[in-house]
């Protein structure tokens, strides 16, 4: 049987969307001119950049981190919301509409926490044509000191009685922005349910200070000499972004339909996301660093995948990985692996070899050249020894017969594994620098499942290790 | 005391020499080093750093470029190499540190570590740092070296870090032997070498120029120092021993390459041809092609498999249009006054495996310049007069037999170190073994005069 074709369309909390691909509200969706353009490329919606309370901007307004040569691993800003007047965004929303009808536009939203003010802007948002409504309960910096953004999401009353509000209004679906900047997401995103919230939008930016100037001792990004705190974002922030993601979707009294936000760049964030129960995703830095263009990919990536597993729609995989989210508790501690390293693709960098030993559990070695294993040779003695070779430049005169060759990795640069004291923690195979040449293999012990749950349950834990737990409990 | 004149600026560079010799491997700017900087692996005991002669430890200057601690680097590179600057320029990474990066065995490229360091030191050298040792406190032990070459400077450097009044005596006005005068200039310009040497002054060794040193200079010598260090090099290049060779326009490779860097010739006749297939061979082949011959030969008695340049310096020469003509042997060289041409026979293999003339092939090369280039002699027999007799310099086949650990000859007051110990190796080998001779010596003499 022919397999069916896949398909980006989805519905989104009542919403039919071409794609799950919606750019956030921020810089790139400042105006109807930018989102036309974003439409053009391929997004499949725009969640307009916040419109509310007149603001006066500062300049400079971003900062970032590069990683090794890579620029903006880390985004930061201090921009505030929408600096244009609220009517301006509002005819430009109708515009966009007339001639994108197909395409999502939500309205993000923040005004001053007073009923009359919401529901005047729900009513002109919702006039213009916005799809949906975004409350932005999430803006970490400046509006927040007013009371506004983070300050509302930081409160669960807040965030409760001001959805309240705009559902006493709205006619469209509500979506709810929370912040990160909280000790546990779950508390506000049932505070937005109670409150009537029709889905949820996470992660709004994470409060940050990017890096201080070690000429001028200042914070970046700097205004006249000054800093303040910004919102962090960026390909750094998806761990974080994933975990608060699960976190809603896995607790009864949060979940609804949520938009995924956070450090989204390329399908594979996004199937991320999805996998972890989004319904659609929101990108931001990524479109900031390299345009709209970088939607093409993003589609293209996602549909091939979708194909690649069999899944006809978005819905097909959406959440299908929650259920491997645990407890910590409840994994097997009867689960046994242990790091092999493959010979043939060693190129003998011995990165390993360091890392287990300063970083791990000191069961790599370099004895594979020594008579009997040696698991009592240090770091140490190998640098010493390395220190006393003597080592002249290969003259093809002075010196025939030895040709010189660097092909093949020497025997003895090829770390060995005591495999009986690996506790397979991985961290040999993240530092190997090449694919494949170290693999966590699983080590049949016939030992059955059991849970550090189940263990306790029995009262087989030893009691050092119940001390610990009540101490830290 | 007058003030003295710093070595790099003693010497004028000519212009034209300059424009035609510019960088063979371009300096990298920090937007560019960086980024190379960061894609070492960092490797633990790296096969880089085991394989230079120095074991300059490699991914930990290299990281310093990456976390935009220059100064650290280079500091990092100079306490390993004293001449870190020149080995940057002037030394094969294909065959050593580079050569031996990881990254080659997964398809990749290997880190470009000469160009890093020399980055490195290049920053140094442009932030007006001094050079960052300390000399130990003045134990009162002195010690001579002979030749102002790499091998006696590094030497040099560990006997004042330790502590050692240092004098190095050489033959030459001006310091660095063959780094200042014998690496080609699109690697390593003379000025470059002597600002290099121009910093250890600041370690406090004592040059004395001009100065030649036979067997009774060196029994002089010994007798005013504690220890006497050989950096002596190799002698001149050998003659063929043909007729014709006493004709204007018989040079050598080293002449030719010395007499270009110091600027007396900046040009050399259209058709040049060098006999000899080292890397010196194709050094001088080169600098031809660039002083504005139109057609350059290398002549070599056997093939391509057994000449002693490397892959790359053969390859370089032939980018250049230098032509090789192998297995042919020079007879005899024409001319009335000066060189017409030089005569030459083809050589075929006996079933021994020796190369023979083959009779009636004999043919001519029209040349205006003929460069020698067949092999350094050795010019250290002298030594053997040197010592008491139980306890003499020994050689074995013109070169100083030494201790390679700590650079110690037969003669134990007596140590060696480069070329004259190792027929003939590169810039950082000599600094290898001047580094170990440097550490051997302090040893010695702490171990000689420790009070039991």
Same mark, same amino acid.
């Given at each position: 049987?022919?397999?069916?074709?896949?398909?980006?369309?989805?519905?989104?909390?009542?919403?039919?969307?071409?794609?799950?691909?919606?750019?956030?509200?921020?810089?790139?969706?400042?105006?109807?001119?930018?989102?036309?353009?974003?439409?053009?490329?391929?997004?499949?919606?725009?969640?307009?950049?916040?419109? %509310?309370?007149?603001?006066?901007?500062?300049?400079?307004?971003?900062?970032?981190?590069?990683?090794?040569?890579?620029?903006?691993? %880390?985004?930061?800003?201090?921009?505030?919301?929408?600096?244009?007047?609220?009517?301006?965004?509002?005819?430009?929303?109708?515009? +966009?509409?007339?001639?994108?009808?197909?395409?999502?536009?939500?309205?993000?939203?923040?005004?001053?926490?007073?009923?009359?003010?919401?529901?005047?802007?729900?009513?002109?948002?919702?006039?213009? %044509?916005?799809?949906?409504?975004?409350?932005?309960?999430?803006?970490?910096? %400046?509006?927040?000191?007013?009371?506004?953004?983070?300050?509302?999401?930081?409160?669960?009353?807040?965030?409760?009685?001001?959805?309240?509000?705009?559902?006493?209004?709205?006619?469209?679906?509500?979506?709810?922005?929370?912040?990160?900047?909280?000790?546990?997401?779950?508390?506000?995103?049932?505070?937005?349910?109670?409150?009537?919230?029709?889905?949820?939008?996470? &992660?709004?930016?994470?409060?940050?200070?990017?890096?201080?100037?070690?000429?001028?001792?200042?914070?970046?990004?700097?205004?006249?000499?000054?800093?303040?705190?910004?919102?962090?974002?960026?390909?750094?922030?998806?761990?974080?972004?994933?975990?608060?993601?699960?976190?809603?979707?896995?607790?009864?009294?949060?979940?609804?339909?949520?938009?995924?936000?956070?450090?989204?760049?390329?399908?594979?964030?996004?199937?991320?996301?999805?996998?972890?129960?989004?319904?659609?995703?929101?990108?931001?830095?990524?479109?900031?660093?390299?345009?709209?263009?970088?939607?093409?990919?993003?589609?293209?990536?996602?549909?091939?995948?979708?194909?690649?597993?069999?899944?006809?729609? &978005?819905?097909?995989?959406?959440?299908?990985?929650?259920?491997?989210?645990?407890?910590?508790?409840?994994?097997?501690?009867?689960?046994?692996?242990?790091?092999? &390293?493959?010979?043939?693709?060693?190129?003998?960098?011995?990165?390993?070899?360091?890392?287990?030993?300063?970083?791990?559990?000191?069961?790599?070695?370099?004895?594979?050249?020594?008579?009997?294993?040696?698991?009592?040779?240090?770091?140490?003695?190998?640098?010493?020894?390395?220190?006393?070779?003597?080592?002249?430049?290969?003259?093809?005169?002075?010196?025939?017969?030895?040709?010189?060759?660097?092909?093949?990795?020497?025997?003895?640069? &090829?770390?060995? +594994?005591?495999?009986?004291?690996?506790?397979?923690?991985?961290?040999?195979?993240?530092?190997?620098?090449?694919?494949?040449?170290?693999?966590?293999?699983?080590?049949?012990?016939? +030992?059955?499942?059991?849970?550090?749950?189940?263990?306790?349950?029995?009262?087989? +834990?030893?009691?050092?290790?119940?001390?610990?737990?009540?101490?830290?409990? | 005391?007058?003030?003295?004149?710093?070595?790099?600026?003693?010497?004028?560079?000519?212009?034209?020499?300059?424009?035609?010799?510019?960088?063979?491997?371009?300096?990298?700017?920090?937007?560019?080093?960086?980024?190379?900087?960061?894609?070492?692996?960092?490797?633990?005991?790296?096969?880089?750093?085991?394989?230079?002669?120095?074991?300059?430890?490699?991914?930990?200057?290299?990281?310093?470029?990456?976390?935009?601690?220059?100064?650290?680097?280079?500091?990092?590179?100079?306490?390993?190499?004293?001449?870190?600057?020149?080995?940057?320029?002037?030394?094969?990474?294909?065959?050593?540190?580079?050569?031996?990066?990881?990254?080659?065995?997964?398809?990749?490229?290997?880190?470009?570590?000469?160009?890093?360091?020399?980055?490195?030191?290049?920053?140094?050298?442009?932030?007006?740092?001094?050079?960052?040792?300390?000399?130990?406190?003045?134990?009162?032990?002195?010690?001579?070296?002979?030749?102002?070459?790499?091998?006696?400077?590094?030497?040099?450097?560990?006997?004042?870090?330790?502590?050692?009044?240092?004098?190095?005596?050489?033959?030459?006005?001006?310091?660095?032997?063959?780094?200042?005068?014998? /690496?080609?200039?699109?690697?390593?310009?003379?000025?470059?070498?002597?600002?290099?040497?121009?910093?250890?002054?600041?370690?406090?060794?004592?040059?004395?120029?001009?100065?030649?040193?036979?067997?009774?200079?060196?029994?002089?010598?010994?007798?005013?120092?504690?220890?006497?260090?050989?950096?002596?090099?190799?002698?001149?290049?050998?003659?063929?021993?043909?007729?014709?060779?006493?004709?204007?326009?018989?040079?050598?490779?080293?002449?030719?390459?010395?007499?270009?860097?110091?600027?007396?010739?900046?040009?050399?006749?259209?058709?040049?041809?060098?006999?000899?297939?080292?890397?010196?061979?194709?050094?001088?082949?080169?600098?031809?092609?660039?002083?504005?011959?139109?057609?350059?030969?290398?002549?070599?008695?056997?093939?391509?498999?057994?000449?002693?340049?490397?892959?790359?310096?053969?390859?370089?020469?032939?980018?250049?249009?230098?032509?090789?003509?192998?297995?042919?042997?020079?007879?005899?060289?024409?001319?009335?006054?000066?060189?017409?041409?030089?005569?030459?026979?083809?050589?075929?293999?006996?079933?021994?495996?020796?190369?023979?003339?083959?009779?009636?092939?004999?043919?001519?090369?029209?040349?205006?310049?003929? /460069?020698?280039?067949?092999?350094?002699?050795?010019?250290?027999?002298?030594?053997?007069?040197?010592?008491?007799?139980?306890?003499?310099?020994?050689?074995?086949?013109?070169?100083?037999?030494?201790?390679?650990?700590?650079?110690?000859?037969?003669?134990?007051?007596?140590?060696?170190?480069?070329?004259?110990?190792?027929?003939?190796?590169?810039?950082?080998?000599? /600094?290898?073994?001047?580094?170990?001779?440097?550490?051997?010596?302090?040893?010695?003499?702490?171990?000689?005069?420790?009070?039991?």
């Amino acid at each position: 049987m022919p397999k069916p074709k896949p398909t980006l369309e989805t519905t989104f909390c009542g919403i039919p969307c071409l794609n799950p691909f919606w750019l956030a509200s921020a810089p790139p969706t400042n105006c109807g001119e930018q989102i036309m353009r974003a439409f053009d490329s391929g997004w499949g919606g725009a969640v307009w950049k916040t419109i %509310g309370a007149p603001i006066t901007n500062v300049s400079s307004r971003y900062s970032s981190i590069d990683w090794e040569g890579r620029r903006m691993m %880390g985004f930061n800003n201090i921009e505030l919301i929408s600096d244009r007047p609220t009517e301006v965004n509002l005819q430009e929303i109708a515009e +966009v509409k007339r001639r994108y009808p197909k395409h999502i536009v939500i309205a993000s939203l923040m005004v001053e926490s007073k009923r009359e003010t919401w529901h005047d802007m729900v009513q002109r948002a919702e006039d213009a %044509g916005a799809d949906g409504l975004e409350l932005n309960f999430g803006c970490p910096h %400046g509006m927040s000191e007013r009371g506004m953004g983070s300050a509302v999401g930081q409160v669960p009353e807040y965030c409760e009685q001001i959805t309240g509000w705009v559902k006493e209004k709205a006619r469209t679906p509500v979506i709810v922005k929370l912040t990160p900047n909280i000790s546990d997401i779950r508390i506000p995103a049932r505070a937005a349910r109670r409150g009537g919230a029709d889905a949820l939008s996470a &992660i709004n930016t994470i409060n940050s200070i990017t890096g201080i100037d070690l000429d001028t001792f200042e914070p970046n990004p700097s205004v006249d000499g000054k800093s303040s705190h910004g919102g962090y974002c960026g390909p750094a922030v998806k761990p974080i972004a994933l975990n608060m993601v699960q976190q809603i979707q896995s607790d009864p009294a949060s979940a609804l339909p949520l938009s995924g936000i956070g450090g989204i760049g390329s399908w594979r964030d996004a199937a991320e996301f999805i996998l972890l129960g989004c319904g659609t995703v929101q990108v931001c830095t990524a479109a900031m660093h390299y345009g709209y263009r970088i939607i093409e990919d993003m589609q293209d990536g996602l549909l091939a995948w979708m194909a690649e597993k069999n899944f006809a729609s &978005i819905d097909d995989f959406r959440g299908l990985s929650l259920p491997n989210v645990r407890e910590w508790k409840q994994l097997n501690l009867n689960y046994q692996i242990v790091a092999r &390293i493959h010979e043939n693709l060693c190129i003998g960098c011995q990165l390993c070899y360091t890392a287990c030993w300063d970083g791990a559990h000191q069961c790599i070695h370099l004895d594979r050249t020594a008579p009997a294993p040696d698991t009592t040779r240090t770091p140490s003695m190998v640098e010493a020894e390395a220190a006393r070779r003597i080592s002249t430049t290969p003259i093809p005169k002075l010196d025939a017969g030895t040709a010189f060759t660097n092909t093949v990795t020497p025997l003895d640069r &090829i770390p060995r +594994v005591d495999e009986d004291h690996c506790v397979g923690c991985n961290l040999c195979y993240l530092v190997c620098p090449v694919e494949n040449c170290i693999t966590m293999e699983r080590v049949n012990n016939g +030992v059955p499942f059991e849970s550090w749950e189940e263990r306790t349950a029995k009262g087989l +834990v030893p009691p050092g290790a119940q001390e610990v737990m009540s101490t830290n409990g | 005391m007058s003030e003295r004149i710093p070595f790099h600026q003693q010497i004028t560079t000519r212009p034209e020499v300059a424009k035609r010799f510019d960088d063979l491997h371009p300096p990298f700017d920090r937007q560019a080093a960086v980024p190379e900087a960061n894609r070492c692996l960092y490797c633990f005991d790296a096969p880089c750093t085991t394989a230079c002669p120095t074991h300059i430890d490699v991914p930990r200057f290299i990281k310093k470029i990456a976390s935009g601690n220059l100064a650290g680097s280079a500091r990092t590179i100079l306490d390993a190499n004293i001449l870190g600057g020149s080995c940057a320029r002037a030394c094969p990474v294909e065959v050593l540190c580079e050569g031996a990066c990881v990254m080659h065995r997964y398809n990749k490229q290997p880190i470009q570590i000469a160009r890093l360091q020399r980055f490195a030191m290049d920053s140094f050298y442009q932030s007006g740092a001094s050079l960052p040792f300390e000399t130990a406190a003045e134990t009162g032990f002195s010690v001579a070296l002979v030749g102002a070459g790499p091998a006696s400077l590094a030497c040099a450097a560990e006997l004042r870090r330790r502590g050692i009044r240092a004098g190095i005596y050489d033959a030459r006005p001006l310091p660095g032997g063959l780094n200042t005068y014998g /690496v080609a200039e699109y690697k390593l310009p003379l000025v470059e070498s002597l600002r290099e040497i121009e910093m250890l002054s600041q370690l406090g060794v004592n040059f004395h120029f001009d100065t030649m040193i036979d067997a009774t200079a060196l029994a002089e010598i010994e007798q005013k120092h504690d220890a006497v260090f050989l950096g002596i090099g190799l002698g001149a290049i050998h003659r063929l021993g043909i007729a014709g060779e006493d004709l204007v326009g018989v040079t050598n490779a080293l002449d030719l390459i010395a007499g270009y860097k110091s600027g007396e010739h900046t040009a050399v006749p259209a058709r040049v041809v060098v006999v000899g297939a080292g890397n010196t061979a194709i050094d001088a082949a080169i600098a031809a092609v660039r002083l504005g011959a139109t057609e350059v030969h290398i002549v070599y008695r056997r093939g391509p498999e057994q000449m002693s340049a490397f892959p790359f310096e053969y390859e370089h020469a032939r980018n250049e249009g230098v032509k090789f003509l192998w297995y042919v042997q020079p007879i005899g060289i024409r001319g009335d006054r000066s060189v017409r041409s030089l005569e030459l026979t083809k050589l075929v293999p006996t079933e021994a495996g020796s190369l023979v003339p083959e009779a009636g092939t004999e043919f001519s090369l029209e040349a205006d310049l003929i /460069v020698l280039s067949i092999g350094q002699a050795t010019h250290a027999s002298f030594l053997s007069e040197v010592g008491s007799a139980g306890a003499k310099v020994q050689l074995e086949r013109g070169r100083v037999l030494i201790d390679r650990v700590t650079g110690q000859t037969f003669n134990p007051k007596f140590f060696a170190g480069g070329d004259c110990t190792n027929g003939g190796r590169e810039v950082v080998d000599a /600094v290898a073994d001047g580094k170990r001779a440097g550490i051997g010596i302090a040893a010695w003499l702490e171990g000689k005069y420790a009070k039991t």
